[in-house]
C-alpha cells in the first residue's frame, strides 16, 4: 500500500509537471545534446580567435561566425527545451515581431528612431532579412537565462512567472544591443540613424526600442509556451549551463581589441569617436551586462538544491493539512532537481 502511495505521488508530480512516468528518468535528446556541446565548442574557438587575432582578417572572420554559431544553438537549444514545434513558434514570434517594428521604424520612426541600414544581402521594406534572426538567436538564449534566475530551471511558466521571466529576458536582450551598438554603428557602419545620439552616435529612441521589442517577443511566447511545448527538457545539466557560455563569450573579441586598440577615429554626424575609446566602452559595457548575467545565471544553474523539508507526519482531521504539506514538499524536491528521477524525489521527500 505504501509503494502504491508512493507511486501515485510520483504520478502526480510529473503529471503536474507535463512529464509521463515512461518518459521520466528516460535519456532524450543526447545527440542534440551532444551537438549543442559541439556548437558551443565552435563559438568558443570563434571567440578566442576574435581575441587573439583581433583587427586582423582572421579575426574579423572568427568574429564574424558568432551570430551564425548563436543561431544554430538557440534552434537546437529550444528543440531540447520546448520541443520542435516550441522553437519554431519562438521563431515565428520574434522574427514577425522583430521586422514588423523594424520597419515601422524606418518608416516611421517608430520604435527604435528613424534610421538607415547597411547590412548586405536580400531585403524587404528596406529591412535586410537576416536582421530579424538576431533577435531569435540572442533572444531565445536572453529566454533561457531569464527562465533559469527566476524559475531556477526548465519548468513551466505559472502565476506571476508568465510576467516576470519575460521583463527579466528583455532586458538581457537589450542589454546585449547596448554593449555592441557602440560599435555597430560607428566602426562597423552596420546602420546609420538620421538624429544621431551621444551614445557613440546611437539615440536613446533606440534602447527604448529594443525593450519594447523584447518585451512584445518574451511576453508573446510566454503566454503561449504552454500550449506550443511538446516535450519536457531532458535531464542534461548542459540545457541550463551552456547558454550562459555561449551568452558571454562575444566579449571575448572586445577584449582583444582593448589590449590592442586599434588607431583612428570614426565621425558619426557631428560628432567624432576614439575608435579605441569605442571598444573600451564596448568591453566594458559588455563585462557589466552580458558577462554578469551570464555568472547569475550559472550560479543559479549549477547551485545545489537544499535538502527538502522532511513531513511532520501532523495533519488536521478536518483539512489533511499535514498530506497537503507532504505533496507540496514532494512537488517542490522534484522540481528543484530538474525532474531527474521525480519519482525516487519523492520517495525520499515522503
Not at 547597411?118 to 527562465?147: E, N, R
Not at 571598444?279 to 552580458?290: D, E, R, W
Request: net charge negative; charged share 15%.
Amino acid at each position: 500500500m505504501a509503494g502504491e502511495a508512493r507511486r501515485g505521488s510520483a504520478a502526480a508530480v510529473l503529471a503536474g509537471s507535463g512529464t509521463s512516468e515512461a518518459d521520466a528518468g528516460r535519456p532524450v535528446g543526447r545527440t542534440r545534446v551532444l551537438i549543442l556541446w559541439v556548437v558551443a565548442l565552435i563559438a568558443l574557438v570563434a571567440a578566442v580567435g576574435g581575441a587573439v587575432w583581433a583587427g586582423s582578417e582572421i579575426g574579423d572572420a572568427a568574429t564574424d561566425v558568432l551570430p551564425g554559431v548563436a543561431l544554430l544553438f538557440s534552434l537546437v537549444h529550444g528543440s531540447l527545451w520546448v520541443g520542435w514545434r516550441g522553437v519554431g513558434a519562438y521563431f515565428v514570434i520574434s522574427y514577425v515581431v522583430a521586422f514588423a517594428l523594424e520597419a515601422c521604424s524606418v518608416a516611421f520612426g517608430f520604435p527604435f528612431g528613424y534610421y538607415e541600414h547597411f547590412t548586405g544581402g536580400p531585403s524587404l521594406l528596406d529591412i535586410p532579412l537576416v536582421v530579424p534572426s538576431a533577435y531569435f538567436a540572442y533572444g531565445w538564449i536572453a529566454w533561457v537565462l531569464a527562465s533559469v534566475i527566476v524559475r531556477g530551471g526548465p519548468s513551466r511558466p505559472v502565476g506571476a512567472e508568465r510576467f516576470t521571466v519575460p521583463l527579466v529576458a528583455t532586458v538581457i536582450l537589450t542589454g546585449w544591443d547596448f554593449t555592441f551598438d557602440a560599435v555597430y554603428a560607428t566602426v562597423n557602419s552596420q546602420y546609420r540613424y538620421d538624429d544621431p545620439g551621444g551614445y557613440f552616435g546611437v539615440p536613446v529612441s533606440n534602447f527604448l526600442g529594443w525593450l519594447l521589442t523584447g518585451w512584445v517577443i518574451s511576453q508573446v511566447f510566454a503566454l503561449v509556451e504552454s500550449k506550443v511545448s511538446t516535450e519536457t527538457p531532458p535531464a542534461h545539466r548542459a540545457l541550463q549551463v551552456l547558454p550562459s557560455v555561449v551568452w558571454a563569450l562575444p566579449v571575448l573579441p572586445l577584449l582583444g581589441f582593448l589590449l590592442s586598440p586599434p588607431p583612428g577615429e570614426v565621425t558619426v554626424g557631428d560628432r567624432t569617436f576614439v575608435t579605441a575609446d569605442i571598444y573600451g566602452s564596448a568591453f566594458v559595457t559588455g563585462l557589466m551586462t552580458l558577462g554578469f548575467v551570464a555568472a547569475l545565471a550559472l550560479i543559479r544553474a549549477t547551485a545545489r538544491p537544499g535538502p527538502a523539508p522532511r513531513p511532520t507526519g501532523r495533519v488536521d482531521e478536518s483539512t489533511g493539512n499535514g498530506q497537503a504539506e507532504g505533496a507540496r514538499n514532494a512537488y517542490q524536491r522534484a522540481d528543484d532537481l530538474g525532474l531527474v528521477d521525480a519519482a525516487d524525489a519523492t520517495q525520499r521527500a515522503g
